[in-house]
């Protein structure tokens, strides 16, 4: 759990991420991270940071297609 205050769990930041939703202050709308205690920020932008670097190492879709 990242954000132990709201509930969050990474499988929600992750869905939110693959959805379009990569920064903390929409994540935290959306769900209540961060808006407690603030102990979890930089868990967040550790994960954040992770979900970006996977995204940019993914394969693009149909790629090496003609």
């Known amino acids: 759990m990242l ?3 709201s509930g969050t769990r990474k499988s929600k930041i992750l869905a939110l991420y693959q959805q ?4 903390l202050e929409s994540i935290s709308l ?5 808006s407690g ?4 920020e930089a ?6 940071a992770e979900c970006a ?6 394969p693009i879709s149909g790629a090496g297609r003609a």
């Not at 379009?20 to 920064?23: A, K, L, N, P, R």
């Not at 205690?37 to 979890?40: E, H, K, M, N, V």
């Not at 868990?43 to 954040?48: H, N, S, V, Y």
């Not at 670097?53 to 993914?58: I, P, R």
């Open 3 to 5: 954000c132990p205050c």
């Open 43 to 48: 868990d967040m932008l550790a994960f954040l």
């Open 53 to 58: 670097e996977a995204a940019a190492e993914a």
């Open 20 to 23: 379009g939703v990569t920064d």
């Open 37 to 40: 205690c603030g102990g979890c």
């Open 30 to 34: 959306r769900t209540g991270a961060c």
